[in-house]
């Protein structure tokens, strides 16, 4: 908080009274911390794959290797120049949608075709590596009242890293069932797991489990985007459990009920 006291006096300078202003600057600071560790997180993560570029057209310059030396340094190059364009896009990504630049379209649909669509996009990676991906939906209408485009991308971001992060020949599971007032959405892999001291940082923008990342490609910011679009922009919850070589299960919890359906709740209630 920032406190601005002011005298008040009358025409003989005598004083009459003070006058404090209040004023609740934490949030303001906040914010500003945030956006300062946001930039210097996003600064770190473009300088890596740049320094890696340069390094690699200096020694392309001194012209000291050979012909399948250079076209190793070109590959190397082109890898690079690959990590950060998906970084760029996955900012913009998270961008836009975080500031509201994307227009949030909620519509009364139902889940399990969400769901669907999602494990068809996800399908053929899955049988690339030999993951036996298996949908268990539940046979009730899942009513809900979201942006079915950006909950569709939640989901194949998770069920993407599940397929990611799981060694071929395993298992991934995608459900859905109802509890209480609530849809109950589930990606359940028999992967690397994440450490117990990540878990807290797994939602977190830019951060990847250090264990687990050696051969797969990246951003980190997967799925922060995740957490924004269950948590923000459909009020849902999600968490996670993980077993280091067991496994992850992600757990979404969205509102159940149609606009319509909670209007009509809201007319027919007695007064
Ligand atoms: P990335 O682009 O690195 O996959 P995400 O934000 O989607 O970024 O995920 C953050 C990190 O969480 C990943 O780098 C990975 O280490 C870990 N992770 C995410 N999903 C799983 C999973 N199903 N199994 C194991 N580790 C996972």
Redesign the pocket.
């Known amino acids: 908080f920032r406190a601005i006291a002011t005298n008040l006096r009358d025409e003989h300078e005598q004083v009459l009274g003070t006058v404090v202003v209040v004023e609740n600057i934490g949030e303001e600071n906040n914010q500003k911390t945030k956006h300062a560790e946001f930039v210097s997180s996003v600064a770190h993560e473009l300088k890596t794959p740049m320094s890696g570029i340069k390094a690699y057209v200096e020694m392309l310059i001194d012209g000291d290797c050979d012909e399948e030396e250079s076209q190793e340094l070109y590959g190397f190059i082109n890898q690079q120049i690959d990590r950060l364009t998906r970084l760029v896009n996955?900012m913009l990504n998270l961008a836009r949608i975080e500031s509201g630049v994307v227009e949030i379209k909620r519509h009364d649909c139902e889940l399990n075709d969400i769901l669907k669509s999602s494990a068809d996009v996800i399908s053929p990676n899955a049988t690339e590596k030999d993951i036996a991906f298996s949908t268990e939906l539940s046979d009730l209408y899942l009513p809900v009242h979201v942006d079915k485009d950006m909950l569709g991308q939640a989901i194949i971001?998770?069920l993407s890293?599940?397929v990611?992060?799981?060694p071929h020949g395993h298992e991934v599971r995608l459900r859905s069932r109802m509890e209480d007032a609530s849809a109950v959405i589930e990606v359940r892999?028999t992967?690397?797991?994440?450490p117990e001291d990540?878990l807290p940082h797994?939602f977190d923008r830019f951060?990847?489990?250090p264990e687990?990342?050696a051969s797969?490609a990246?951003?980190?910011?997967?799925?922060?985007l995740?957490h924004f679009i269950v948590t923000n922009v459909h009020n849902g919850a999600i968490s996670v459990q993980?077993k280091v070589n067991e496994?992850?299960c992600?757990t979404i919890t969205i509102p159940l009920g149609h606009k319509e359906q909670k209007k009509k709740k809201q007319l027919a209630s007695p007064a």
């Not at 990246?218 to 922060?224: E, P, R």
């Open positions: 996955s971001n998770l890293n599940a990611k992060y799981t892999d992967g690397l797991g994440i990540s797994i951060y990847r489990v687990n990342n797969a990246g951003t980190g910011l997967g799925l922060a995740v993980s496994g992850t992600f």
